[in-house]
Each structure stands twice: as C-alpha cells, then as structure tokens.
C-alpha cells in the first residue's frame, strides 16, 4: 500500500515544496520512498510514496509508460498480476519492475478506460495521459483504498487522503450538510466532512480534464431479483462448497508478498475463517494479533487464542485500556478525518502499531463479510420481519427479544434505542420499509439533537438527509424486486462501509502506520458469488452468515463455529475516573468547543454535567453521543476548519 497525489492544472502553481509538503502529509502511508513527476510545463503533477511489498528492489513510482506520455501511482495491491504480466509481455510490452503496480500502465496503455475491469484487488490508481490531455482516477470496487478529489478554480487535486489536498492548497472549510447525514451514518459515499473535497465513489472511475471532472461507474453490486432467487435449486453443500472455493482463492492470491503476512484474529468467524484458509497455505506459523480489552464483556482473547493454537498460528495479544485509548484518540482522528461513535477505531490505531512496531507490513483482515453475507443484528431483524410469511407472530416477537438480548455491547449503536429522528418515511414512500440499521442509527442521531445549535437543527432538517441519500441510488435497478436484506445491505455498501467501516475500522488506522489490510471478503469474485446466494442461506433462523459457517467448518473451532456475532466494540468510559471519560471532559469544556459551529457549548457543558452523575450503564448509553461531539472538537482543532 501507498499514498498518492495528483493535479491537472489551469496554470502551473505548484512548487516543488507544495508538492514535497503534501506527499509529507501522507508520508505515514509509504515510508519507504517519496517520489513526483511534473510535466514539462508544470501543468500536469503526480506524486507517490511508497510501502514496498512486491518488487523491494525496484518499484518505486510514479510510473512511465513507453512512450513517456503515460505515467501512473498506484496506491493498493493488484492480485493475479503475474499471470497478466506474462500475457502482457508475450504481447512485447517491457516491464521496468518487479512491482504488481505496472500492470495497470500497461494495461491502460492497451485498453484505454477498460482497464480497470482487468483489476483485481484494493486500489487507488491515478493516471496522466498527455496525450488526451487529461487525468484518470479509479478506485476499488468498494472503496477499500481512499481517493479523493477537489475542484479549486480550474485545478483538480487528487489524493489518499484529505489533509494532502488542503497542503495542495484546498481550504479547509466544514460541509454542514455532510456533518448533519453523517450524524444519521447516512453520508453517501461520494460525500466528505470538507466542503468541496469530494470522494471518488467505490467502482468509479474520474475523469478531468479542462478543469472540470466526470465520474463514471464501471461497477456496482447487483441482487437478483427475489423471484430469480427463489427459485435458486442449489443445495446448502452446493453453495458453501462454490463459496469456500471463492473465498479460498481470494486468500490465496493475498498470501503473495515479498514481505511476512500476519492476520488480525478476534474471536469471531470472519478472521477466523481467513486465518484458518491462510495458515492452510502457509509454510510457517502466521503471526495472529489480537486486540485484548479488561472488560470481559468485549474481551475476546480466549477464543482468539485458542483458535491461532489449534490452527498453527502464533498469537500476539496486543493489551489496550482506556488511558491508551485516550491518549491515541486526536491522532487516531486525525488519520480518520471522519466523527466516531465508539473508540473501536482507535483501537485498531493501536493494533497497528503493535503490528508495526513487530516489523510487519501486511494483515490479512476480516471485514466485509458482515457487509456481504448479513452478519450485524439489524439485518437479522430485517429477515425476521419482513422474510417469515409462514413464521407465527409470538415467534418472531420470541426471537426478536432474544436478538435484543444477546447484542448487548452494541444496543443504542446498531439496534434501536430510543425515539427516531424524523424523516424516515422516505424509505417507506421509496421502499415500502425501513431498513433496521437505519432506524437504529435514527436514534443516535435523535439523541444529538437536543444539543445542536437551533439554526443548525433547523437548516438539517430542512436538508433531508435520508431523502438525500435516495436520491443517490438508483432504487429501479438496484434495490426494486431485491429481497428487503438484500436491499439493507446494499444501502450499507453505499454508506456506513466506505465512509466508516473502511476508513475508521481498516485503511486509515492501519496506514497510519505503514501496514497494509489486505480484505479477502472484499475481493468482488467472493462478493458477486454472495450477492447470488439466497437469504436464507445467509441467514437461517438466529444464525447469521450461515453459508460461511458451512463453507469454513472446519478451519474454525467448534465454539466459534456456533457463536453469534458480536461486533467489534471498545468497552464504553463506565466510571468518571476512567481516563477515556477524563479526556472527553476535558475536550468538551475547553475553548475548542466554542470554535465548532455545530453544537450549542452551554448544551454540551450541561450534557458533561449530566453524564458526570449518571449510573456507568445510562453513561454507556450516551456514548456514541459524546463521542461524536469529542471527534467535532478534535477535528476542528487538528485541521483548522472554517464554517
């Protein structure tokens, strides 16, 4: 993995110091060489540092295609590139690299904007074309590596990150509306928290040229109708024997490196499963760290070691307690450039460290199969209430308390809590329902809103920030027809995955310090064949991802095999001593607080007060709330930005 720039420009305004100050910026992303290109009239810029994983010795970028005219940064991993370079150099094409990275110049070079569906894997690419006078970005078809874009008066900056585009000379100025739908978690994915800085979409491609930008999608998930999946013949053998075989190769092709692969392990099926497929492959024990809490409650260093036991693996606990998770939490925001609800994500800043610091540059990672197969609570719910026809209502009702019960550590943040924000009707004049997770999130954002200023209230209101995002997805072609879990889970890759769980739980804590997630549920060969699976193999019963339990049974323990899942949460601040609980107190009554022009500072300072007495279970409950008001303040400390 790598950190990029890239700027077509109306005149040549950057300096060598503006262009060496930004990649600066993102230097944590690739330590391990900085390098740009400037055209002849300084009009057309790249620049790259690099993280080298494949080709040590020789892959340092950016990248020139024969003729000069062609040049292209790569931030990502690009799997199946051998077989691609073969055929490539069977055509008579050179390779100047060992590197997986210059199969896209060449492959651009051949085929032109098509390129990007002979890609396989996590990528940000940004091409210069002199030829055609223009600039091409692409990103991965779910948005695992970050890619963003910014118009300023003729210029079209790209980047990893943000804080790259406002050291290129963007201005760092706060998107009210995009603050107000992320406070719902319903920010399209296009969407940032800076105004004018925009995120090239999962499965798009960007195209500027003339100072002005077009955005294409060559790819999108796509659920069969619920008629065509009904009368899918396939047995339960049948399709978890096609799913492991996908899964499987998507791990395999991760495994290939020049560099030590680990694995982050909790105790759940999903890092598990990879774990167990690549210590299958592996010649040598794989390194399985795991994030160890003090509340039992959110520990799951039992399972987790038990699990790199019995499969091989060697277990590296990495301990965290709340005076870490404090005294990480502004750098961890910085990196994320987005609010949390939860220190989860700070976490995981610290996880890599530990990753780091043991001198490895890549983990596998077990996000997406929640995303791809059902596997949080709402989505449950949204099959016991809207996929039981024949199920009797004392039934449902049994096991809609029963999912309530056995999710606590997630109650308020992914099950409903409370009373829901206005506006959710849109999904039902649009969809005929509500998808859960987006109630659940209703209410978090409900309880925000008793401490917003009243003019920003008002004027969010007015916004409509869930008839907003509708308006973004093509509900005819996507979501018409689909069975209502299929249409949640789509609602959640264009939302809550690229903009929280990719950025807070994956790339941005793990770039920060030079390591490389590698996501095999993620690979889309693993998540087409998902999308044409039926729910009920998804979900059966209580039994989330059932297809997968079938598929892995046995590379996991018979414990996890059984267990439900449990989202990844940090413990919550439960007692006022807690040093989590301190630096939030602190942060919340001082003077940033005055500088945010989101939330009323007398509100807050009584909210402080009020959570100060509250029993630790109620002061749990508030958290999510507290949380994102600490991030507002961090963020407009870290980055200066105006209203």
């Not at 991802?545 to 439960?574: G, I, N, T, W």
Request: glycine share 8%; proline share 5%.
């Amino acid at each position: 993995m790598c950190g990029l720039i890239g700027a077509l420009l109306a005149e040549p305004s950057l300096t060598d110091e503006r262009i060496a100050g930004a990649l600066a910026t993102i230097a944590h992303r690739g330590p391990d060489h900085t390098g740009w290109w400037c055209s002849s009239d300084r009009r057309t810029v790249l620049g790259h540092v690099r993280l080298s994983i494949i080709g040590l010795d020789n892959g340092d970028q950016p990248l020139v295609g024969a003729g000069g005219e062609v040049r292209c940064v790569v931030n990502g991993e690009l799997y199946g590139y051998r077989a691609i370079r073969c055929a490539l150099k069977a055509e008579g094409r050179h390779f100047a690299s060992d590197s997986d990275s210059e199969i896209a110049l060449h492959l651009y070079e051949k085929l032109g904007g098509d390129f990007v569906h002979q890609l396989r894997g996590e990528f940000a690419v940004v091409i210069a074309d002199q030829r055609r006078r223009c600039l091409i970005a692409v990103r991965d078809r779910f948005g695992i590596k970050p890619l963003f874009y910014t118009v300023q008066g003729g210029d079209v900056l790209v980047a990893s990150e943000i804080k790259a585009l406002l050291a290129l000379g963007a201005p760092a100025r706060w998107d009210a509306a995009a603050f107000f739908a992320e406070c719902h978690h319903v920010r399209a994915a296009d969407r940032t928290l800076f105004a004018g800085i925009r995120a090239v979409p999962p499965g798009c491609t960007l195209i500027a040229r003339d100072g002005h930008v077009e955005v294409r999608p060559y790819w999108d998930t796509d659920y069969p109708s619920r008629e065509s999946l009904a009368a899918d013949g396939r047995s339960d053998a049948d399709i978890a024997a096609g799913f492991r075989e996908a899964l499987d190769k998507a791990v395999a092709e991760r495994l290939v490196a020049d560099v030590e692969v680990a694995s982050y392990l909790s105790g759940g099926i999903d890092s598990s499963a990879v774990l167990g497929l690549a210590q299958r492959r592996s010649n040598r024990p794989i390194r399985a760290f795991t994030i160890v809490f003090g509340e039992e409650l959110y520990n799951e260093e039992r399972l987790a070691q038990q699990t790199a036991e019995w499969l091989g693996a060697t277990f590296v606990p990495v301990p965290v307690n709340q005076r870490d998770l404090a005294d990480a939490f502004p750098d961890a925001l910085w990196h994320a450039e987005t609010l949390v609800f939860n220190a989860h994500g700070v976490a995981k800043y610290l996880l890599s460290r530990a990753v780091r610091d043991a001198g490895i540059k890549v983990v596998f990672t077990g996000e997406g199969a929640d995303e791809i197969l059902g596997g949080y609570p709402p989505f449950r719910r949204d099959l016991l209430l809207h996929n039981t026809e024949k199920q009797p209502p004392e039934e449902i009702e049994k096991l809609l308390t029963e999912l309530d019960a056995t999710n606590q550590t997630s109650r308020g943040l992914l099950t409903a809590d409370g009373s829901l924000a206005p506006g959710l009707d849109a999904f039902v004049v649009r969809l005929g329902w509500t998808p859960s997770a987006i109630e659940a999130f209703s209410t978090l954002a409900a309880k925000m809103y008793p401490f917003f200023t009243d003019a920003y209230l008002e004027a969010g209101l007015r916004a409509e920030p869930y008839t907003e995002l509708l308006d973004t997805i093509d509900v005819h072609r996507r979501l018409a027809g689909r069975d209502p879990v299929h249409q949640a889970l789509y609602i959640w890759t264009r939302t809550v995955l690229p903009t929280y769980i990719l950025t807070v739980l994956g790339d941005r804590m793990e770039m920060a310090h030079s390591v490389e997630g590698r996501v095999p549920f993620l690979d889309h060969h693993v998540a087409e064949y998902a999308a044409r699976i039926p729910v009920h193999h998804k979900i059966r019963g209580m039994r989330e991802k059932h297809v997968l339990r079938e598929a892995v049974r046995d590379c996991v323990l018979p414990e996890v095999y059984d267990r439900q899942k449990h989202p990844f949460m940090s413990p919550p601040a439960r007692n006022t001593g807690d040093a989590l609980s301190v630096f939030c107190q602190d942060t919340l009554r001082s003077r940033s607080v005055e500088d945010q022009p989101f939330f009323n500072p007398c509100r807050i300072r009584g909210l402080m007060d009020q959570v100060a007495t509250m029993e630790p279970a109620d002061r749990a409950a508030f958290e999510g709330v507290v949380l994102r008001i600490v991030s507002t303040c961090i963020l407009q400390q870290r980055f200066g930005l105006a209203a």
